[in-house]
């Protein structure tokens, strides 16, 4: 059965849901004419930001708030214990906003285990450039360089064009050594 409970701060105006869901509740506002405006009850439509996380906009006395709800439903049933604490998706999906896939993790223990987490970057081509018989390790390094579009430097290299900046472009395979990695004899 799903549970709602008052969001701190905006008390009396919405409530989250333990399943990850936000609404606005049944409230009589004054317009700025003076006239009370009955506001009924409903489920608020979440959006998805570029770090693709849920969010709501809040509204309260004429200011807009835009908040997290997976913050929204931790704070409201489990509030943090440690003000350098994230909520995190147990799962890894930042759409699952259930209380039971939330957890508090401590901010430095995340940020040393992500940096754990990281793979070095490993060269898988190179691209040239024809007529100036130049290599780049990469589109982005081409593209700065040559003063050209990135998409056009990638469209030429799969065909979709047949020159980018005026210039022919090919694709290279190549596998660089990592530093540390034991060369192959």
């Known amino acids: 059965m799903k549970v ?3 969001i701190k701060g905006y008390e009396g105006f919405y409530q989250v849901s333990d399943d990850g869901k936000v609404r606005s509740v049944d409230r009589i506002i004054m317009r700025s004419n003076g006239i009370p405006r ?7 439509k979440q959006g998805v930001n570029d770090n693709r996380f849920r969010f709501v906009i809040l509204a309260k006395n004429g200011t ?20 350098n604490s994230d909520v995190v998706h147990k799962d890894g999906n930042t759409m699952n906003n259930r ?5 508090y993790q401590d901010r430095e223990y995340r940020q040393t285990w992500h940096s754990k987490q990281r793979k070095p970057f490993k060269l898988k081509y190179t691209i ?35 020159t980018a900046g005026g210039y022919t472009w090919i694709k290279h395979p190549q596998r660089l050594q990592l530093p540390n990695e034991m060369p192959k004899n």
């Not at 009955?38 to 608020?44: A, G, H, S, T, Y």
């Not at 709800?69 to 509030?79: Q, S």
């Not at 209380?99 to 957890?103: A, C, G, K, S, V």
């Not at 040559?146 to 469209?155: K, P």
């Open 64 to 83: 807009n708030q835009c908040s997290l709800v997976h913050r929204l439903v931790a704070l409201t049933f489990n509030p943090a214990s440690n003000e």
């Open 4 to 6: 709602w409970k008052d």
């Open 99 to 103: 209380l039971q896939n939330l957890e």
């Open 128 to 162: 040239e450039c024809v007529e100036l018989k130049r290599t780049f390790r990469s589109i982005v390094e081409a593209a700065n360089s040559l003063n050209i579009q990135r998409v056009s430097i990638s469209y030429a290299i799969s065909g979709r064009l047949k």
């Open 38 to 44: 009955p506001v009924k009850q409903r489920v608020l």
